[in-house]
């Protein structure tokens, strides 16, 4: 095999002039014969036993060409991306001169390569200074939800439903007279005041007492996801079997006790302190890391092609579908779901991609320019994080090509950032001014007020 590079006029692109052994192509075709000889069926012979010669006389010449140029391509192309250290960003746009039994396999693959960034200013950008400190009332909440999490339900015999009651109701729905479907259940659990169930509904369970049976009319919103139902009154069969109602533990040293590590509330109550301001301090590190991003990204210049749009594109429908798999959805469900196509979430999605591409390009200039560098350790240590994550082998995961260049860069990336929220300036947050009303004059109000009239009089 003989490649040739060949400059294009766009800078961002390169032209690779392909030259494939005659015997490489033949031997590609057999491949391609035997893996689909079965399939074949010519009169004279058995289904899948006429030999290849005879399958090329009934079916026609080419009849191997385009599998076995899928063969071929890909292993030629990867290598000779290789040997020209050839940054491809696009997918190859080919282009076949001579495909024929017998001569060498002709062909070019146009390929668009990683553009240049022409970065402006990243170091000393000006950012805004976040510090959110964790308040007395954020602890209390805190506090709240897990008393909550703590708390028993207790049974209410002496009284009827109120406003944030546990209920346990039978039902059944009626439609213009008729029971329809879903519309049914027993022995279900409903909060009052959690606003789960048709609007109207629940209001109309307090008051009710044990065992007593109501008729509850509503109305179906005209949003409601089954159209036969939508906008329709029903009426509703209920009885009323239980009402339940939350205990909440006591605050005190013994809940701290019962529920944490500490033997005094007060103890407790700081470490919650101190957890949360962890947690708020990572988030606003995260913030202002964004802003640092964001902030080199719009000083820097860079021409982000069709070619990478599309398959940034690609990788986010790859992405997609496969966290959609591990939730039992399929990718094609899940666009129907939204009322959408495939053109239409490619389309919505572009300025994200675009986004996407160019924040990846600026932060490779970055940590190129800023001559930033990953050390031994650092991608040691990595290696060492993901192989326990994942209970994978040290080995193995350095034995993987792909895997290791994904771990660099995001180690590259990781330390472009940390670089740029180092070196930006973070200032206060300026306080915003209060916008003062324009306060009009008794005369121009009356210029006003005689002008509105004497519109009103010339339309009238």
């Known amino acids: 095999m003989s490649v040739k590079l060949e400059k294009t006029e766009n800078k961002n692109k390169v032209k690779l002039n392909f030259t494939v052994d005659a015997k490489v192509f033949e031997d590609a075709m057999k491949k391609i014969y035997t893996k689909n000889a079965r399939y074949f069926n010519v009169p004279g012979f058995r289904k899948g036993k006429a030999p290849m010669n ?93 008393q909550d999490r703590n708390s028993r339900l207790v049974s209410v015999t002496d009284r009827s439903v109120q406003n944030g009651d546990i209920t346990i109701i039978d039902f059944e729905g009626f439609c213009e007279g008729k029971a329809f479907e879903g519309g049914k259940a027993q022995n279900h659990e409903l909060v009052i005041g959690s606003n789960t169930f048709i609007p109207g509904f629940e209001e109309q369970i307090i008051g009710m007492k044990i065992d007593e049976e109501k008729e509850i009319n509503v109305k179906f919103p005209d949003e409601y996801f089954s159209k036969d139902l939508a906008g329709k009154d029903a009426m509703f069969k209920v009885k009323l079997h ?44 995260t913030a202002m890391q964004e802003s640092a991003v964001k902030a080199a990204m719009e000083t820097a210049e860079v021409e982000i092609s069709d ?11 790859q992405d997609m579908d496969t966290r959609l798999r591990y939730q039992g959805f399929k990718f094609e469900q899940y666009l129907k ?29 970055i940590f190129k320019d800023a001559k930033l560098e990953i050390k ?19 080995e193995d995961l350095k034995a993987n090509e792909e895997i290791m260049k994904q771990v660099k860069n995001g180690l590259e990336t990781e330390k472009t950032i940390d670089y740029l929220l180092e070196n930006a300036k973070k200032v206060a947050k300026k306080p915003e001014e209060k916008k003062e009303e324009k306060k009009e004059s008794k005369k121009e109000n009356s210029v006003k007020a005689e002008t509105k009239k004497k519109t009103s009089s010339e339309e009238k």
Do not use: C, H
């Open 54 to 146: 005879i399958v090329e006389k009934f079916y026609g010449a080419g009849i191997f060409y385009e599998d076995a140029f899928n063969e071929v391509f890909p292993e030629v192309y990867e290598q000779a991306i290789k040997e020209n250290n050839i940054d491809a960003v696009t997918k190859p746009n080919i282009d076949i001169t001579i495909m024929e039994k017998g001569q060498d396999l002709v062909f070019t693959a146009t390929v668009g390569t990683k553009p240049e960034v022409k970065l402006g200013k990243y170091k000393d950008i000006e950012i805004e200074k976040i510090e959110t400190k964790v308040t007395d009332k954020d602890v209390e909440e805190e506090l709240k939800k897990v």
């Open 242 to 285: 239980e009402i339940k109602v939350k205990e909440l533990p006591k605050l005190d040293d013994e809940f701290a006790k019962d529920v944490s590590e500490f033997d005094t509330l007060a103890d407790y109550k700081k470490d919650i302190k101190n957890k949360k301001q962890e947690e708020n301090d990572k988030k606003d590190k």
């Open 307 to 317: 070619g990478m749009v599309e398959l940034e594109l690609d990788q986010m429908v």
């Open 337 to 365: 779901m939204l009322g959408k196509t495939m053109n239409d979430f490619r389309r919505d999605n572009t300025a994200t991609a675009i986004n996407s591409i160019k924040m990846r390009l600026v932060l490779e200039a």
């Open 376 to 394: 031994d350790n650092e991608l040691e240590n990595k290696v060492q994080e993901l192989a326990t994550t994942y209970s994978r082998k040290v």
